[in-house]
């Protein structure tokens, strides 16, 4: 019989006792338990609960437990939450104190929530903790300031998950953190809780939310960024008499004077609380809206953090449009139909007036998006996956039909080089790999991978980001993990990679302070594989779709102890004819040949390893790879003649084509006259060790 893993939410709705707060547990509670989870919700974060409170005598503890009773029964959370009521000596309400203690020594994963919530001994004792923030900025800007008490906090969790959707993409100015990597998990939504059905005709655009809070401003690099909202509208407040649908704001925290100048133009107010303080009325006013219009905080907007709300979500998921202020959340989530981003108040109409334009279309592309990235299958699969808990239910995230980041590349992007010592690529097929979003590829890790892929990097961004990408995008039947091993690299690659890891489950990064060399490196990576088949990978390679499959099936015979595949530059036997001068041309020569020469293989002296495999029994017999040979050059050699000593045969599968650009590293040595030093040391090391003249 499967376990079902336990997961704790720790949240804070005592706290801010709103609907769309409720609905929030909600979606996460009921989405973990259709994934095969038991959840508990647990309240600890030590806040009286103010909200409760009317007059000096009331008792907000007792309303509060009440209130957080009934949103729990609504969940079917009856006997699974606890109010441990620090603000009154440790009370426990709900579950008794002796039963949360099991419960927090026994479950699989305990949520921070917003990060509300102060992590206490019993949540940190079985190193489950993780990090789920809401609302990017400030914590993140005190990461990069040093701010002591922000890291203690953090280091506390051993994951971290944001709402953030671009955070870490090149376009995102908000600070990454390499000791604290967020990993974009959007608020997640149970489609079938909201109700798909026409809105009226005269519905309006809304929104739900607060006008003005003016606390929580930040300043990073001399400039200011806002919190409160009322800024980003004010830019916006002439938009009504530009479109003919009707906006309405359901809005906290305004005065007399706000409400009068919305309305002076156009504008239609009312208080939030006449539907946050209910469940039902607050998801029967989104269903019963036209569309969402709505705003981000300026400080979402100008870093461009891809910050987006689960009230969003859930307009989305009710088949209601979008048009929302952008943030980056496009890098992530496609826009377009259903979902608009507008910058300005131009683009704020054409959007309105493109929704009203083809309504229905835009209405089943909202609720298409619903389901394919912000459906609790897609979100909490995935947030299971990084962690490691396999769902009873779905062993594996549901990858979304589409993506608007693709993992692969255009086939007219430019691999001829400019110059190859040092290499320099064309200006077109930089700017493209550099300033494209960092992919995910939703390929789940292995405990017991298939292969391990072990690439060596040192500064170069783009070559890296070619060569691991598309081992992303080459889907495999064998499962896969990658290592990537960093040689102390300063050119951006370090924080790539570092994104890169925190996005894709089955790719894991170890850094080094400076370059130790291409063996060092790749011994480094070797020794922390996990797969029966160990594949060692240049950074300056692109390799194309089944090229995986394909290798690792030649050592299924026993004879074989190493093999490389064919390329376009490499020097040796396995070179062959290459005309292409793009990556459809690419893609074109890698087909034809793995149709023309499948399975064939033949002998050859040196497998160099711009790629090679070998079976992990084979390499402990043979050993690692010899480091004396510092950063580069005959390591090749003196591998593939090792194998051979061993009784095994180093071949070449004709039926497997890699894209090499060569020397992307070695290659600068050459510049200062270095290069030709370093061959001549490690030819004496080889002619010394082996006893012979080296050709």
């Known amino acids: 019989m499967t376990t079902r893993p336990k997961i704790v939410l720790l949240g804070m709705l005592t706290k801010i006792p709103v609907a769309g707060v409720a609905w929030l547990i909600g979606q996460y509670a009921t989405g973990f338990e259709r994934l095969g989870c038991d959840v508990f919700y647990v309240e600890a974060h030590g806040r009286t609960p103010s909200m409760f409170m009317h007059t000096r005598d009331d008792d907000p503890t007792s309303t509060a437990t009440s209130f957080l009773a009934a949103v729990m029964a609504r969940f079917g959370l009856e006997h699974r939450w606890a109010f441990h009521a620090l603000h009154r000596e440790g009370a426990c309400y709900g579950m008794s104190a002796a039963e949360l203690r099991r419960l927090y020594r026994d479950a699989d994963l305990i949520i921070n929530m917003h990060g509300g919530t102060k992590p206490r001994d019993e949540h940190l004792e079985t190193g489950r903790l993780v990090y789920l923030g ?67 005709a005269d519905a309006p655009f ?3 939310g607060n006008w003005r809070q003016e606390w929580r401003d930040v300043e990073y690099r001399g400039e200011l960024y806002h919190w409160s909202k009322h800024h980003e509208f004010l830019k916006l407040i002439d938009l009504p008499g530009r479109v003919a649908p009707r906006f309405e704001l359901a809005l906290g925290s305004y005065a007399e004077k706000d409400r009068r100048l919305l309305e002076s133009h156009g504008w239609a107010v009312r208080p939030a609380a006449d539907m946050s303080s209910d469940l039902d009325d607050y998801r029967d006013y989104i269903v019963g809206s036209r569309a969402e219009f709505t705003v981000a905080k300026d400080q979402n907007v100008r870093l461009r953090t891809g910050w987006f709300s689960e009230r969003t979500a859930t307009y989305l998921a009710a088949g209601r449009p979008v048009v929302m202020q952008d943030t980056g959340f496009g890098n992530a989530i496609p826009t377009g139909d259903g979902l608009l981003a507008f910058d300005d108040v131009d683009g704020a109409e054409h959007a309105v007036k493109s929704v009203d334009a083809d309504y229905e279309r ?30 009873p239910h779905r062993t594996t995230p549901r990858i979304p ?41 939703a390929i789940p890790a292995s405990p017991n991978p298939e292969a391990s892929i072990v690439v060596a990097s040192v500064d170069n961004f783009v070559p890296c980001r070619l060569a691991l990408e598309s081992v992303l995008a080459s889907a495999a039947q064998v499962t896969f993990e990658v290592i990537v091993v960093d040689n102390g690299s300063t050119d951006g690659t370090r924080q790539y990679l570092s994104v890169l890891g925190a996005r894709n489950p089955n ?78 041309g690419l893609l074109e020569l890698a087909a034809r040949r793995a149709q023309t020469y499948e399975a064939s293989r033949f002998d050859i002296p040196v497998a160099v390893m711009f790629c090679v495999a ?68 490690n030819r004496r090391r080889f002619e010394e060790k082996w006893g012979t003249r080296w050709q």
């Open 614 to 681: 070998a079976r992990r029994e084979a390499l402990e017999r043979v050993g690692r790879l010899d480091e004396q040979f510092e950063l580069g050059l005959f390591e090749d050699d003196d591998y593939s003649r090792r194998v051979r000593e061993t009784g095994l045969r180093v071949t070449c599968a004709e039926d497997v084509f890699v894209h090499h650009f060569g020397e992307a590293t070695l290659g600068r040595l050459a510049a200062g006259g270095h290069y030709g030093a370093l061959f001549d040391a």
């Open 206 to 208: 809304s929104t739900i």
């Open 507 to 584: 790719v894991r990064v170890i850094r080094n302070d400076g370059n130790r060399g291409f063996a060092a490196a790749t011994n480094q990576g070797i020794a922390v594989a996990r797969g029966r088949a160990v594949v060692l990978l240049n950074d300056d390679t692109i390799v194309t779709p089944g090229w995986l499959d394909r290798l690792t099936s030649h050592l299924h015979d026993p004879t074989i102890g190493l093999v490389g595949a064919t390329t376009n530059r490499c020097g040796n036997e396995a070179e062959v004819p290459a005309a292409y001068e793009d990556y459809g």
């Open 362 to 391: 835009h209405r089943q592309a909202a609720r298409e998006i619903a389901r394919e990235y912000f459906n609790y299958d897609v979100v909490l699969g995935a947030l299971l996956a990084t962690v490691g808990i396999a769902s």
């Open 134 to 200: 809401t609302d990017p900025v400030q914590l993140e800007l005190e990461l990069h300031e040093g701010d002591r008490t922000a890291t203690e906090f953090l280091e506390q969790h051993v994951a971290y998950f944001t709402w953030g959707l671009n955070h870490g993409n090149p376009d995102c100015a908000l600070p990454w953190s390499e000791d604290h990597p967020f990993v974009p998990n959007p608020p997640p939504v149970v489609v079938d809780f909201w109700q798909d059905e026409p809105a009226p």
């Open 401 to 441: 039909r589409t993506s608007p980041a693709p993992v692969t590349f255009p086939p007219s992007l430019r691999l001829t080089p400019r110059s190859r010592r040092p290499l320099e690529l064309p200006d077109q097929t930089v700017e493209h790999v550099a300033g494209r979003p960092i992919p995910s590829a």
